[in-house]
């Protein structure tokens, strides 16, 4: 037969060269094992076809591309191998004897081999035409076998048997087998055809059905799955409307087939639809002892908190005495502070007091109203709001929900979120939300909110209103050893695999860490540092020794926390009187996010061309207020005793430092007009004075907010006296005791009235 082959290998392209070199002859064998890349004459078989190279063509691959024609079988006497394999052969003539036998079997086969072909659909039927022009009976029984898909190892044994009778029994005997396994795929086809046409019956009959019951008006469902979700239907306990809805769904649902897309959206509903609670409510406890002992044991201090809580809870017990189970209206509390004082952790002891389910959802970030309110269902995807899966997780319908970071809420083109949560914390109109996705009016009367945020101007007005806030103020150093005594200690202790009995922190430790490692509103840095220090003292005592036998007890030191937690972070600022004198320099409070700071304002006058220079990326708000100080010094120069010619040519710079710190806000100007007095006159300031107040251009000193966490700052400063506005004196009364005795606080009503609190020296007096 003429049939090309490809080889790749350098052995075989060396042996065809070296045959294009001799006679063009070449012996083609077959491998024992197909998947060895390099064969020896080990794995090659025995008998083989010899045959003669007609065409070679070079592929740019490296690979050569062969025509040969089949001549004769051989058989291989001896192998010889140098840079490619050569052998010894016999030649096999085997003979072909026409009798009435081989007929039968040339008939037998070519019957066989029509129905193959027939059968067989990768097979053209042009094979066939050829297979009845060959007229040899050998050439015919290669023809049949070169044909068949057959394994190339049983067509082998046809090739070593020199006998054409039983060469032409082995190839029938291989080709009942292939057309056993084609009939067997023919089975196998014909029953996915019917199982196909079995399935595309069914949906015609089961929307024939469908058709019917329409049109008698009624339905029975069958389906377990059906009957399971329509007793969750009954059973949810939904209001009268609501299991209306719910009842018009469940008949669209049963009466559709499964295969259609909207089948899997109205079950997708009913299955929200019963998960949501209706009517499962939560025994509340209001034993205000306990829920006193509870908030005492989870948070230290916030005194102002746990009454405004103990005050509601008391509410809530009359209502539940007289059957009236709704939350009172007004009642939802906004706590605002800093970060790490407690806030979320509150919302959680609140629960934990009335025996509730606790929720927490965080909306700091959400753009998009239907995260409050839900997608509507013809969105891909849709689902409930925030609210509605809050409750789906709480399992009840008077949980408490803590919706965290409200301050932090914005709008785009999506909607406005804020908005969206008026009508879930407005008491009027939350007995009636409806989430998109739900589409039914659903109760969150009963829900007691918790909101936190960290400013609350940040809130926008509408929202703000529904809420009443309760101010969590930073803590003071003695309340962070109280809180890590009390708190932190005993937990991370637990949480390190340690027990009380192996390490102690001594009160004087833990206020090194507070005083020279954290310097932040709440404790979550003092966290991070004590956890640090236990971490490492784990670390030294499972190196070193048995933890099991470890029996002495590890006392922190200053020298470990300084060994453990590397140099001091922050250095106690100690204001004192006595130090060398400062001119242009003025301490003033500042509040942030963060808590309460101080603020240098630092001023500097040079001769040069009238020009008011400020930097410290000051905001729009502080700028003014420089400008407003500077044209009050100016318009009242004759008060101060300052020359009139002294503005001339002279170049004022104001700085505030750490410039890379964004600064604004409305509480400076009386920091600007000291700093800005004491340059021009070159009189020393006093370093343990600090101020805060805004100014007007008639020297009055205007309110402001965010006093506690000012005070705090000051003490923790070291300074011993703070000018507040007069208008502020009477915020003092919700200061604490400890900040007040440690500070002289002088209510000021005018600029002038602060000169001689603030001035070493009498040079600078207002003299009307």
């Known amino acids: 037969m003429m049939f090309p082959i490809l080889a790749g290998r350098e052995s075989s392209i060396t042996s065809i060269n070296k045959s294009l070199e001799k006679d063009k002859f070449i012996l083609l064998v077959t491998q024992l094992d197909d998947k060895i890349e390099e064969p020896t004459f080990e794995n090659l078989?025995?008998?083989?076809?010899?045959?003669?190279?007609?065409?070679?063509?070079?592929?740019?691959?490296?690979?050569?591309?062969?025509?040969?024609?089949?001549?004769?079988?051989?058989?291989?006497?001896?192998?010889?191998?140098?840079?490619?394999?050569?052998a010894d052969i016999t030649v096999k003539n085997i003979p072909v004897k026409r009798d009435t036998e081989l007929e039968a079997l040339i008939r037998?086969?070519?019957?066989?081999?029509?129905?193959?072909?027939?059968?067989?659909?990768?097979?053209?039927?042009?094979?066939?035409?050829?297979?009845?022009?060959?007229?040899?009976?050998?050439?015919?029984?290669?023809?049949?076998?070169?044909?068949?898909?057959?394994?190339?190892?049983?067509?082998?044994?046809?090739?070593?048997?020199?006998?054409?009778?039983?060469?032409?029994?082995?190839?029938?005997?291989?080709?009942?087998?292939?057309?056993?396994?084609?009939?067997?795929?023919?089975?196998?086809?014909?029953?996915?055809?019917?199982?196909?046409?079995?399935?595309?019956?069914?949906?015609i009959v089961q929307e024939q059905i469908r058709i019917l019951q329409d049109e008698l008006g009624e339905g029975t469902e069958t389906d377990p799955e059906l009957i399971k979700l329509k007793e969750q239907i009954d059973k949810s306990g939904m209001p009268e409307p609501v299991m209306n809805k719910a009842n018009e769904e469940f008949n669209k649902l049963k009466k559709m087939p499964t295969m259609s897309p909207d089948y899997s959206v109205i079950r997708n509903y009913l299955d929200w639809m019963v998960s949501v609670p209706w009517d499962k409510f939560t025994d509340d406890n209001f034993d205000l002892s306990n829920a006193k002992k509870i908030l005492d044991e989870d948070h230290y201090g916030l005194d102002k908190a746990k009454d405004r809580i103990l005050e509601l809870m008391a509410v809530l017990k009359l209502l539940n005495d007289k059957n009236i189970r709704k939350s009172p209206k007004g009642q939802i509390l906004c706590f605002v502070g800093?970060?790490?004082?407690?806030?979320?952790?509150?919302?959680?002891?609140?629960?934990?007091?009335?025996?509730?389910?606790?929720?927490?959802?965080?909306?700091?970030?959400?753009?998009?109203?239907?995260?409050?309110?839900?997608?509507?269902?013809?969105y891909i995807g849709s689902m409930p709001g925030k609210i509605i899966q809050a409750m789906k997780k709480s399992g009840s319908v008077n949980p408490v929900i803590l919706i965290d970071e409200i301050d932090k809420m914005s709008n785009d083109f999506r909607g406005d979120p804020s908005s969206a949560m008026l009508e879930v914390l407005d008491p009027e109109q939350n007995t009636t939300f409806n989430d998109h996705y739900l589409d039914v009016d659903y109760d969150l009367s009963n829900v007691l909110f918790i909101t936190t945020a960290n400013v609350y101007y940040n809130i926008p007005l509408p929202l703000l209103d529904r809420m009443e806030i309760i101010e969590m103020r930073s803590y003071l150093d003695f309340e962070k050893v109280q809180i890590a005594k009390r708190h932190i200690i005993p937990k991370e202790i637990t949480e390190h695999g340690l027990t009380p009995d192996?390490?102690?922190?001594?009160?004087?430790?833990?206020?090194?860490?507070?005083?020279?490692?954290?310097?932040?509103?709440?404790?979550?840095?003092?966290?991070?540092?004590?956890?640090?220090?236990?971490?490492?003292?784990?670390?030294?005592?499972?190196?070193?020794?048995?933890?099991?036998?470890?029996?002495?007890?590890?006392?922190?030191?200053?020298?470990?926390v300084e060994k453990f937690l590397g140099v001091q972070k922050y250095k106690q600022k100690i204001a004192d009187d006595k130090i060398k004198d400062k001119i242009g320099s003025v301490i003033g409070l500042a509040w942030t996010s963060m808590g309460g700071d101080i603020l240098n304002v630092d001023v500097t006058i040079m001769k040069g061309a009238n020009k008011f220079t400020l930097t410290g990326k000051l905001g729009d708000i502080m700028k003014e207020s420089a400008q407003a100080g500077f044209s009050y010094i100016k318009s009242n120069a004759k008060q101060?005793?300052?020359?009139?010619?002294?503005f001339k040519e002279k170049e004022i710079h104001i700085h505030l430092p750490e410039g890379a710190i964004p600064k604004d806000g409305p509480s400076a100007g009386i920091t600007m007009i000291m700093a800005m007095l004491s340059a021009i006159t070159k009189s020393p300031v006093r370093s343990d004075v600090a101020?805060?107040?805004?100014?007007?251009?008639?020297?009055?000193?205007?309110?402001?907010?965010?006093?506690?966490?000012?005070?705090?700052?000051?003490?923790?400063?070291?300074?011993?006296?703070?000018?507040?506005?007069?208008?502020?004196?009477?915020?003092?009364?919700?200061?604490?005791?400890?900040?007040?005795?440690?500070?002289?606080?002088?209510?000021?009503?005018?600029?002038?009235?602060?000169?001689?609190?603030v001035f070493k020296d009498k040079k600078v007096v207002f003299k009307k």
Do not use: C, W
């Open 108 to 203: 037998q086969a070519t019957k066989l081999f029509t129905d193959y072909v027939h059968t067989n659909r990768t097979i053209p039927q042009e094979t066939l035409v050829a297979y009845e022009n060959i007229k040899e009976p050998d050439r015919k029984l290669f023809y049949i076998t070169s044909t068949i898909n057959a394994d190339v190892h049983k067509k082998q044994r046809i090739l070593e048997i020199d006998d054409l009778h039983n060469q032409y029994y082995e190839a029938l005997y291989l080709l009942g087998s292939e057309m056993e396994v084609l009939n067997v795929e023919k089975e196998i086809d014909a029953k996915i055809y019917q199982t196909m046409q079995k399935n595309q019956r069914k949906f």
């Open 338 to 378: 800093p970060p790490g004082v407690g806030k979320t952790s509150l919302g959680k002891s609140i629960a934990r007091a009335l025996g509730r389910n606790f929720v927490r959802i965080s909306v700091g970030g959400v753009r998009d109203e239907a995260e409050i309110r839900g997608h509507r269902r013809t």
């Open 640 to 646: 101060f005793k300052i020359p009139e010619a002294f």
């Open 691 to 757: 101020m805060t107040g805004e100014i007007t251009l008639r020297g009055n000193v205007l309110p402001i907010g965010g006093l506690n966490e000012k005070l705090l700052a000051a003490v923790r400063s070291g300074i011993k006296t703070v000018l507040i506005p007069k208008e502020n004196e009477k915020d003092l009364a919700e200061i604490q005791k400890e900040i007040l005795d440690k500070l002289k606080i002088i209510p000021l009503e005018k600029v002038e009235d602060g000169v001689k609190y």
């Open 502 to 560: 192996i390490i102690e922190f001594p009160d004087e430790v833990v206020m090194k860490i507070v005083q020279e490692y954290t310097r932040e509103a709440g404790v979550r840095s003092l966290e991070r540092e004590i956890s640090s220090v236990i971490r490492k003292t784990t670390r030294d005592i499972v190196e070193n020794t048995d933890v099991k036998k470890y029996k002495k007890k590890i006392i922190v030191s200053d020298e470990q």
């Open 45 to 86: 078989y025995r008998t083989g076809t010899v045959a003669k190279i007609i065409q070679v063509l070079r592929l740019p691959n490296g690979l050569i591309k062969v025509l040969v024609d089949g001549l004769v079988t051989a058989k291989i006497d001896k192998f010889y191998n140098d840079s490619y394999i050569s």
